[in-house]
């Protein structure tokens, strides 16, 4: 055995897992925080020239992790890779599992990436479940960073996807050519900079019924965002002159978002009839 690939799914790796491997050189593991599974700190031999491939969408952060993990302390090199995702699609979309299937129920990834990251213009993602080796999952998040610096990239339709809840930190930040982003129904939650320094996305920014959170850092370092636009069916936020409101725990709004871009400063603007609150 020279190289392995473990899947992110798995939570478990027990001492001496490796034992008598004394020619494997090469871990790929794309899971993102080792954190997030037990590891022993002799899991692995402790061979001279190991090297730790992890999902290329990882940052540097992550990185170092890996790096202060006792497990992995001995490594010569830890680094990301093209080659660090569980499985790559027709469409050239890598994903790693996050949770897995079984025959009777799906199992769950994340989108980390593409292969063609200094080519690909846009990312539709019109399918809700995805079937690999027998096999069904759904795709429920886009991993932190996975679209990181794709400057090539135009547009984002996540349509399709509708058990997609997350967008991750960082998911499309420095993508600056972006400028449409169509979310999709079911999607939940827009972590901070998900969409930090796109410069030219279109000024209206539209969230559908499901968001329950999005971070106000989401779209730093960009003004492009002149208003924003929620679904009439959304329970947890509002829209009012182009602002945007969340709801209390006692039925009120308190001002989430000022859109960075807008014409007027928040001095001339009225505010929401009502609000208790400025977040």
């Known amino acids: 055995l020279k190289q392995v690939k473990i899947p992110s799914s798995c939570a478990y ?34 061979n001279a020239e190991m090297y730790l491939y992890l999902r290329w969408s ?22 990301r890779s093209k080659s660090g995702y569980d499985f790559i699609y027709d469409t050239g979309a890598c994903f790693s599992v996050t949770k897995a299937p079984t025959r009777l129920t799906y199992g769950e990834f994340t989108l980390t990436g593409f292969i063609d990251t200094n080519t690909r213009r846009s990312l539709v993602l019109n399918k809700s479940t995805y079937s690999v080796d027998g096999y069904t999952y759904k795709l429920v998040a886009i991993a932190d960073s996975a679209c990181y610096y794709q400057t090539p990239l135009t547009e984002v339709n996540l349509t399709g996807s509708r058990y997609l809840t997350t967008i991750g930190k960082s998911a499309f930040e ?8 169509t979310l999709n129904e079911g999607l939940e939650s827009i972590a901070e900079y998900a969409f930090a320094s796109c410069t030219s996305l279109d000024p209206e920014f539209y969230l559908p019924s499901t968001v329950k959170e999005i971070y106000r850092s989401f779209d730093r370092n ?8 929620v679904s009439s069916y959304n329970e947890n936020l509002k ?24 014409e007027n400063s928040i001095a001339e603007k009225e505010f929401m009839p009502g609000m208790t609150a400025l977040k």
């Open 239 to 262: 829209d009012y002159n182009g602002a945007l409101y969340c709801k209390e725990t006692d039925g009120t709004y308190a001002l989430k978002l000022w859109p960075r871009g807008g």
């Open 174 to 181: 420095k993508c600056t050519a972006l400028q449409t982003v």
């Open 13 to 46: 790796i027990s001492a001496n897992a490796f034992a008598g491997c004394t020619k494997l050189n090469l871990v790929i593991y794309t899971n993102e925080n080792p954190t997030d599974a037990y590891i022993h700190a002799d899991a692995f031999p402790k």
């Open 58 to 79: 990882g940052t540097k952060d992550v990185v170092n992790l890996f790096k202060k993990h006792a497990a992995f302390s001995h490594f010569k090199y830890i680094s």
């Open 222 to 229: 960009t003004t492009a965002i002149k208003k924003f636009k």
